[in-house]
């Protein structure tokens, strides 16, 4: 009964700045490899950052470089503090597990949209 909520999203400007959050209950989020995804209009779901329990990170070439993901294990909550945006970034995020089958599992919180645009 695992329940993740994003937050953080909104309209920013091409260069600005925007830090995701992700909080998850019912579950021990400490012990799960966790990643950020992104989804833009017209196209599926894309992982963009992925974090290991140990804080191991992983990043999609195309956002290598101004993305960085990170948990706070303590409080339960992973964080993408996003940087240099551009208007490709454009996209619903979603947080959840990482290295799952999703013909096994396949839930989704309502994600955060993100909007970078002059």
């Known amino acids: 009964q695992v329940q993740f909520v994003e937050s953080g999203g909104g309209l920013v400007q091409p260069g600005g700045s925007l830090r995701l959050s992700c909080a998850a209950s019912?579950?021990?989020?400490?012990?799960?490899?966790m990643g950020w995804y992104r989804q833009a209009p017209g196209k599926g779901r894309e992982l963009v950052a992925d974090?290991?329990?140990?804080?191991?990170?992983n990043y999609a070439d195309s956002v290598k470089g101004r993305f960085t993901i990170s948990r706070d294990n303590a409080k339960n909550i992973m964080y993408l503090q996003m940087n240099s945006l551009k208007p490709e970034d454009t996209a619903v995020y979603y947080c959840?597990?990482?290295?799952?089958?999703?013909?096994?599992?396949?839930?989704w919180g309502q994600g955060t949209q993100v909007t970078v645009s002059s």
């Open positions: 974090i290991t329990t140990s804080g191991s990170a």
């Open positions: 019912g579950s021990s989020f400490s012990i799960y490899n």
């Open positions: 959840n597990y990482v290295g799952v089958s999703w013909k096994n599992y396949n839930y």
